[in-house]
């Protein structure tokens, strides 16, 4: 994609960077965010608050926008799965196209190329029939679901850029998802991708991007949250929403949790001609999601496919008998010294604790990372990046922080707090996610919880009951044992 200068509101590299640090600090509207962003609190265990965040049935609060975002900056490759693709068709009696390569798609030889040059060999298992279906002729609408890291992002960019017609200069493909800085990562994708193509060029129709009322958008490719994109349809008038072939709607499970996206999405749906093709994907589908898909794509083919489950047969877990917070950490230093961990995840309820804990395992020689919910994005990704580079081999995590964060080497997770929900039961989704991280791939896990007391006690008895499986004592005084349960 070839940049537009002056007036256009296509950033160039620089200024992308630039803006993906300096806009949280000055546009990050609402009092609360922009003092989250510009003073990080550490130690508070007030949860932040955002308007992307939902309430989970613990208390905790995820913002699921940034979520969204820290998956798409640490993910390197894809994620995998070994399940089927459900596939739903809108006229079940049309012959069910998939592809195994990236030829068989007929592309311009330049999209391939660019392709090619991101080191994409072959499709996704989602990509697959997305693929094919997104670029069929007629156009065809689609809902496709399937969770973080399985290639929708670059399905649909290719779509976009095979789409244009590079002899029109207006906009011809319109992209819209919750925020800003999501915006920008996709359009990172599309730019990668579309590098061979210089006469396709794209636009972000984000807040901070202003032209003069009336200007005509020449790009082919607008990206956008949906406030600015109804703007620029509506009151600014740079997009023609009657020339737009192309809808694609974007995480659409975080964009209803955002208050007044949903609305503004609808409302840009409803200006759109009824022959433009609407695509929307989502990496959840509860309820919600679905009626609101119903809504923006009519006449859908649907695609799924479901998360690969998380298994506990390659993991032993353990609990170890401790007083207070100090008896607890004295346990896990004694397991580092009889351990021989590749790396550790630690699990705590609070930011207070995790900082605590953090202190004093730093004090004890061991070098370790922290995770925050203060922190930015940017800078958990940092933090994530440097840990799975064995820069340090402790990380120390709340549970609303490391949500969704895969890595692979783990060996050892420690709940230094169970997790439990609002009313102190067993929290057992949780649990399974924070150990299925050791374990993987056929590698040997080990999860260690602390018990300190009859209710974490009778947490540990839930978990045991609900996934039918013994969570051994583990005797730190005897710590010939803790090594033979290595071998
Ligand atoms: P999603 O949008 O579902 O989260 P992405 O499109 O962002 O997934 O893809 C996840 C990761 O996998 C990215 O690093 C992306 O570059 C990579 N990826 C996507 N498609 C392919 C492919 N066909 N082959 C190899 N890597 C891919």
Redesign the pocket.
């Known amino acids: 994609c070839r940049r537009t200068r002056g007036q256009s509101p296509w950033m160039s590299k620089k200024r992308v960077h630039l803006y993906r640090w300096i806009l949280p600090l000055c546009c990050h509207g609402g009092g609360f965010l922009t003092s989250v962003w510009l003073f990080p609190n550490v130690g508070n265990q007030a949860p932040e608050t955002s308007e992307n965040e939902v309430w989970r049935k613990d208390g905790d609060k995820v913002d699921l926008a940034e979520q969204?975002l820290l998956?798409?900056i640490i993910?390197?490759?894809?994620?995998r799965n070994r399940n089927q693709v459900e596939v739903l068709q809108r006229d079940p009696s049309s012959p069910l196209y998939s592809v195994k390569t990236?030829e068989e798609l007929r592309l311009k030889p330049e999209l391939l190329k660019g392709?090619y040059n991101?080191?994409?060999?072959?499709?996704?298992r989602?990509?697959e029939n997305a693929l094919p279906m997104m670029l069929a002729q007629p156009p065809q609408n689609l809902i496709a679901q399937?969770?973080?890291?399985?290639?929708?992002?670059?399905?649909?960019?290719l779509a976009m850029l095979s789409h244009v017609n590079t002899a029109n200069k207006w906009t011809q493909c319109l992209c819209i998802v919750p925020t800003y800085e999501l915006a920008l990562?996709i359009g990172q994708?599309i730019e990668q991708m579309g590098k061979f193509c210089p006469d396709v060029k794209m636009a972000y129709a984000i807040r901070g991007n202003r032209m003069e009322r009336g200007t005509k958008l020449q790009e082919q490719i607008v990206i956008g949250t949906p406030g600015t994109v109804l703007d620029w349809c509506t009151k600014y008038r740079h997009i023609d929403p009657k020339k737009i072939s192309m809808f694609v709607l974007?995480e659409a499970d975080v964009m209803i949790a955002t208050q007044g996206h949903r609305d503004q999405s609808i409302r840009i749906h409803r200006m759109l001609t009824k022959d433009c093709q609407m695509l929307l994907?989502s990496?959840t589908f509860e309820d919600s999601v679905w009626r609101f898909a119903e809504q923006v794509v009519p006449d859908p083919n649907i695609i799924r496919l479901k998360r690969e489950e998380e298994t506990l047969d390659t993991i032993k877990q353990f609990y170890v008998l401790c007083k207070e917070k100090e008896d607890k950490f004295t346990a896990l230093c004694d397991l580092y010294g009889c351990l021989t961990i590749a790396q550790a995840m630690i699990f705590c309820h609070t930011r207070k604790m995790a900082s605590w804990l953090t202190t004093n395992l730093i004090k004890e020689g061991h070098q370790v990372a922290l995770l925050s919910g203060e922190m930015t994005v940017e800078q958990r990704a940092a933090v994530i990046e440097r840990y799975r580079n064995g820069k340090e081999k402790v990380l120390v995590t709340t549970n609303v922080c490391s949500r969704g964060i895969d890595v692979e080497q783990v060996s050892l997770v420690v709940n230094f707090d169970l997790p439990m929900d609002m009313d102190g039961n067993a929290d057992n989704e949780t649990y399974l996610h924070r150990i299925g991280r050791t374990g993987r791939f056929g590698k040997r896990g080990f999860a260690v919880n602390m018990v300190d007391s009859k209710h974490s006690m009778d947490i540990i008895n839930q978990i045991e009951m609900h996934f039918n499986r013994r969570i051994k004592k583990l005797d730190m005084s005897n710590l010939d044992e803790i090594e033979f349960l290595q071998s």
């Open positions: 969204s998956n798409k993910r390197r490759s894809l994620v990236f392709v991101m080191g994409f060999n072959r499709p996704s989602i990509q399937s969770q973080s890291g399985t290639g929708k992002t670059a399905a649909f960019s990562q994708v974007d994907f990496a």
